[in-house]
């Protein structure tokens, strides 16, 4: 699913968590925000989910468990606040993703 850059607005739907059988789930450079729901822990199949330049926050390690081999996220907001923490992200960007870095960790 492949829905970015679409001027979307407001929060993600919980029953996005139902569609398991998406590999990739790709939603930066919307004006998305809140948390990532906790039903996204089903989306077992995902391995691409890129969720940079929005205004999501929260901690999202209960994604890592799943297979998902490259994930992005504004892990940096304005004046350094922390906006989505993950410990599985490949790409951290700040300033609604206009400046990123790739994760060494990962």
């Known amino acids: 699913m492949v829905i ?3 001027n979307l ?3 993600l739907p919980q029953e996005l968590g139902f569609l398991s059988a998406l590999t990739t789930v790709s939603l930066y450079n ?5 948390t990532i729901p906790l039903s996204y822990v089903r989306l077992v199949d995902v391995e691409k989910f890129y969720a940079q330049g929005n205004s999501l926050t929260g901690l999202v390690d209960f994604m890592c468990e799943n297979k998902i081999r490259d994930m992005r996220a504004d892990c940096q907001g304005p004046s ?3 906006q989505i923490q993950c410990q599985c992200c490949r790409l951290c960007c700040q300033d609604g993703g206009k400046k990123c870095h790739f994760n060494n960790s990962k």
């Open 4 to 6: 970015d850059e679409n």
């Open 9 to 11: 607005h407001g929060t």
């Open 80 to 82: 350094g606040s922390t």
């Open 30 to 34: 919307n004006q998305l925000y809140g």
